[in-house]
């Protein structure tokens, strides 16, 4: 189990700090872990609470939600792809995106579609927001404070969540054939013969649809239950090839089990 650090203990680090959700498989955090950990970068995780104000680390990132990547002192990474970008550069060995440009667009194509506003992780928390408050179009009472505050950072809204199951399986099915070419071709992963962030990216995200089993994530009850898909359109759409692909990236790559 690798350290934590408050904030204010983070500030005066050198180096890599990573902010991670503590207690919980962020899929954001999860892939972020991945892609350093793959490149054998050293970081530090730091502590962001889920539903909190986190106020210490807006004062220091300007952001209060993870995954953040602080690089020395240079500017604070939210995205992903800022993140990936400052792996590549930190350690351009091994690669995570291809150097075929048309590869190169293809991978960025369909790392945006799990990723990005309007993704299957965009859509799936979209759908795990919905859960929490049924058919209402906003939080009231006790939940209104936290849940408030990321319902308007991450454009929810009734529509929205009802249409995300739709979108989610537009996306799987992408993957799905992806995945089915590869593997037709003799390779074992998303975009040919070597590992990508894709692959990563892949594995993190699915941990919001079918957690992993609780010998090797050691999640909460409830939080498993939130996360574990009930949807018929998007369960239907969970190929078993890809999740078996997960288990696999898993166990190769980003090890087991999870340390949250």
Known sequence: MSEWLEVEEARQRDGLRLVITAGVPGPWGEAAKAVFRVKGVPFVKVRQLVGQRNDALFAWTGHRNAPIAVYQDESPRTGWVEILHLAERLAPEPALIPADPAQRALFFGLCHELMSEDGFGWCRRLMLFQQSIADAEEPVGSQKPALGRMFRQYGYSLAAARRAPKRI????????????SQRGAGHTYLMGPELTALDLYWAAMAGIAAPLPPELCAMSDAMRTVYAVSDPLVAAALDPALLEHR???YAKHMGLPVDL
């Open 169 to 180: 399986a537009q996306i799987l099915a992408v993957l799905s054939e992806q995945l089915r």
């Open 247 to 249: 288990d696999l990236v």
